[in-house]
């Protein structure tokens, strides 16, 4: 394959950055990166009724947070600008008028009500009944110039089929009489989608559109506009669908009722951009030559090709970002894991966000950044819990043998001066030998005593490393009368 391909990710400012947009975009620009080229950002925002306020901010923050560097767009410029495509009206308009010239397009001056009435007695059928298709020269110039509100359709062929090769699904054909005369020009003067991405991609030296495979069966539209021009067919490359995973063990395509659908949303809920990216890599492509998973994207830049894009819908796998987020937040360094952290403690719990060894502690226990509220639970005191709690059967304890446990335990833990987690597990390991006990069996004694709780973040030892001397024996001797 040729080097310098140029992809483009062209987005609508419609909300939140949808997963399926972001592996559009990844995938656009890892394989301009492969081969030395240019990845273009593009804001497509001719449905004006479906803009929503800040939202092309949104995109410009998740692919700076996400690592995709655009080399032109809206707000860096390039010589093929403006990129937003609600500034390119004239533009669409002159290509629009051409394609009228040449015989590709024509002049529709049907009413909303001569529609809607086609609509009614269902003689519209699957699509626009060609109405003005044929109208005379005269009668075109005449409406024109009576200011008749018009939109541009164009003129499809109306036997044989059209077809183009997808580098992912083959050669796709279509029957021209199955496709519907569609409208290139609104009567707004605003282009529609289906005509203004063929003009920009063009004239944006476009080589390589990645798309999802929701457009395999319009690209038959959009190549005939290429070839009524003269132009260059760019190569085309459609992605499988992404699906969710449904209770009943079915899939679906991946919406809201599978879980967090947005970029935004899956950071928000405590994920790292870096492991996202990583995962979303793997939703429809693999690498060739490798089992490796981790990959940062100056990696996967270096590795990315087509021919390893499937054409089989990938589904959606929580747990599999879970596992690679929980690999990500243990690979930071401990002071970077404090910082990022810190914004999801909750309110009781905030005061020890900045404790190293809490940090240290939790870091290589949780999965997404809220979990380390579950984890720091035990600071906020002794729950009421029942003394059932003591008895284990792995290590043979009872309720009686941990009283006796905490009885003698507690008079050594008042002698200790260094009390620190390295110091306080050998004196219990030297206690538990001394008194003929399991030391799993002791330090099981003393974790239930002091957090009151069947799970914990960590050993006996190191809690009440955490908790402090004085805090540690307040909760062992409450602990030891409430056995009593």
Not at 363 to 376: G, T
Not at 417 to 435: C, Y
Not at 451 to 459: E, I, N, Q, Y
Request: hydrophobic share 35%.
């Amino acid at each position: 394959m040729a080097e310098g391909f140029v992809t483009r990710f062209a987005p609508s400012p419609t909300g939140f950055m949808h997963i399926g947009n972001l592996r559009t975009a990844l995938y656009a620009y890892l394989l301009a990166r492969a081969n030395n080229g240019k990845f273009i950002l593009r804001i497509e925002d001719t449905d004006q009724e479906r803009l929503v306020e800040g939202a092309v901010d949104v995109i410009y923050d998740t692919l700076r947070v996400s690592g995709m560097k655009h080399d032109e767009g809206p707000d860096i410029g390039g010589p093929n600008g403006p990129y937003i495509q609600s500034q390119r009206k004239d533009i669409y308009m002159k290509y629009a008028k051409e394609l009228v010239e040449k015989g590709y397009a024509y002049y529709c001056f049907c009413t909303k009500e001569r529609l809607d009435s086609l609509h009614e007695t269902g003689d519209i059928g699957a699509g626009y009944d060609r109405h003005c298709r044929n109208l005379s020269k005269e009668e075109v110039e005449k409406n024109l110039a009576e200011g008749i509100p018009f939109v541009i359709r164009q003129k499809m062929p109306l036997e044989g089929s059209t077809g183009y090769d997808d580098v992912v699904y083959g050669h796709i054909e279509i029957e021209n009489s199955e496709m519907q005369d569609q409208i290139l020009m609104k009567a707004d003067g605003f282009p529609t989608y289906n005509f203004c991405h063929v003009i920009d991609d063009h004239l944006m030296g476009v080589t390589h559109v990645v798309r999802g495979c929701e457009y395999l069966t319009s690209t038959p539209k959009y190549v005939l506009l290429y070839d009524a021009f003269g132009w260059e067919r760019p190569v085309y490359c459609h992605l499988p669908l992404i699906m969710g995973k449904n209770e009943d063990g079915t899939t679906s395509k991946l919406s809201k009722r599978h879980g967090s659908v947005s970029f935004q949303e899956l950071v928000k809920n405590g994920y790292l951009p870096e492991a996202i990216i990583n995962y979303m890599a793997f939703t429809g492509w693999c690498p060739k030559d490798t089992n490796e998973e981790f990959f940062t994207i100056s990696e996967l830049e270096k590795i990315f090709s087509l021919e390893g894009i499937s054409k089989s819908p990938s589904v959606f796998d929580y747990d599999k970002l879970l596992w690679f987020n929980s690999n990500y937040i243990k690979k930071l360094d401990p002071d970077k894991f404090i910082e990022m952290a810190k914004p999801y403690y909750r309110d009781e719990l905030k005061q020890y966000a900045d404790n190293k060894k809490l940090a240290a502690m939790v870091q290589s226990r949780v999965s997404v950044f809220p979990e380390v509220n579950e984890k720091a639970e035990f600071l906020l005191g002794l729950p009421d819990y029942d003394t059932e709690l003591f008895v284990n059967k792995k290590n043979k304890t009872t309720v009686e043998l941990c009283r006796d446990i905490l009885e003698y335990t507690i008079p050594v833990l008042e002698g200790v001066s260094d009390w620190t987690n390295d110091t306080l597990f050998a004196d219990l390991k030297a206690l538990a030998e001394e008194k003929g006990v399991k030391a799993g069996a002791l330090m099981w004694a003393v974790r239930i005593g002091v957090s009151g709780l069947a799970v914990t973040p960590g050993g006996a030892t190191e809690l009440m490393d955490i908790l402090g001397k004085e805090e540690s024996l307040k909760r062992l001797k409450t602990s030891l009368e409430r056995i009593k």
